[in-house]
């Protein structure tokens, strides 16, 4: 079994910051590539930035240059760091894992989502 808890969501001014952490547990043979969606009300789920087992990164133009996403392999746990925040970052953000189960399964795993509003 593997589980993915996610933390630092809340509520904050445009302009500020907050960062987002997700830890992955249970029987991992080894983490792939690591990322983080958001769904903001009556859109679609999106990709926000992703991180592969490399260390390269993407991000999705809205993002580029305001959050950061990086991992931190020895806690099998990805950040995403939220600067510059504006309204239209408000949504439920969700960590999405690939995680090797074995030398040759592996599956994509899904955080429970928190909740980042960007509000004055």
């Known amino acids: 079994q593997v589980q993915l808890v996610e933390s630092g969501g809340g509520l904050v001014q445009p302009g500020g910051s907050l960062r987002l952490s997700c830890a992955a547990s249970?029987?991992?043979?080894?983490?792939?590539?690591m990322a983080w969606y958001r769904q903001a009300p009556g859109k679609q789920r999106e990709l926000v930035a992703s991180?592969?087992?490399?260390?390269?990164?993407k991000y999705s133009d809205s993002v580029k240059g305001r959050f950061t996403i990086s991992r931190d392999n020895a806690k099998n746990t990805v950040y995403l760091q939220m600067n510059s925040l504006k309204p239209e970052d408000t949504a439920v953000y969700y960590c999405n894992v690939e995680i090797l189960l074995d030398n040759t399964h592996k599956r994509a795993y899904w955080g429970q989502g928190t909740q980042v509003t960007v509000s004055s």
């Open positions: 991180i592969a087992s490399s260390d390269t990164t």
């Open positions: 249970g029987s991992i043979f080894s983490i792939n590539a």
